[in-house]
């Protein structure tokens, strides 16, 4: 049982080039997220899936796109990366049943560093 | 975009001394959660909370929802060095999957 995984852990890119972040969960879970982590302003949602076949912008998705393949895969698509994009890339997932009392607590993956110059 | 407001933003202790911590926002929240974050790693949740005025311990962590629905509270107690890191607040309303993020209380432990 690995939980949530990320690939890749680093990452280097040019302005302009394009890369796709992996994000998969084992637990059976409904919801995934991607977040985005810079110094001093905490956890950002970018995008999230409540479930298989959904995604639902979050505060800060200019830029980017992704991708719910299928119930354990979710993966957060720069098509021309900027410098602004550089930060650490977080998934998450959760159960967030819809009845009797949710269990949706997150569960991250260890993080995507990536660095745009 | 909206994010809570969590303080303190950072604080240095002393070993065996009490933290307390708190997040509040301007809107109702049905479900507290609190993570710590190591550095170099993904936020790991310490407890959740879904009812107003419940109290939970893990450990020597202590979490309470407030009863305003506003606000949520973290206590550590005894304090050792691997306390070190940063600890966020994370909040969810009624009738969405979104979660908001504090910007975090990072915590430095002197031994």
């Known amino acids: 049982n690995a939980g949530v995984t990320q690939t890749p852990k680093f990452q280097v890119l040019k302005t302009g080039q394009s890369m796709t972040l992996q994000c998969a969960q084992d637990m059976n879970h409904n919801s995934m997220y991607w977040y985005r982590q810079d110094p001093g302003m905490g956890l950002r949602l970018i995008y999230y899936s409540a479930s298989e076949g959904t995604t639902d912008k979050g505060e800060v998705p200019n830029g980017y796109n992704v991708s719910r393949l299928n119930k354990r895969e979710f993966s957060l698509r720069l098509e021309s990366a900027a410098p602004s994009q550089t930060s650490v890339y977080f998934c998450?997932?959760?159960?967030?049943?819809?009845?009797?009392?949710?269990?949706?607590?997150?569960?991250f993956g260890p993080g995507t560093r990536l660095t745009v110059l | 975009g909206q994010q809570l407001n969590q303080s303190p933003q950072s604080m240095f202790i002393q070993e065996g001394e009490d933290v307390s911590m708190n997040c509040t926002s301007s809107s109702i929240f049905n479900t507290w959660l609190w993570y710590k974050q190591d550095p170099g790693e993904g936020p790991v949740l310490l407890i959740a909370?879904?009812?107003?005025?419940e109290l939970t311990s893990n450990g020597r962590l202590t979490a309470q929802f407030g009863i305003t629905r506003k606000d949520s509270f973290l206590n550590i107690s005894a304090s050792i060095p691997s306390d070190v890191g940063i600890y966020f607040c994370a909040g969810r309303t009624s009738g969405t999957y979104k979660y908001i993020f504090g910007t975090g209380t990072r915590l430095k432990v002197l031994a």
């Open positions: 998450a997932s959760s159960e967030a049943r819809t009845s009797g009392r949710a269990s949706d607590e997150q569960f």
């Open positions: 909370l879904y009812k107003a005025g």
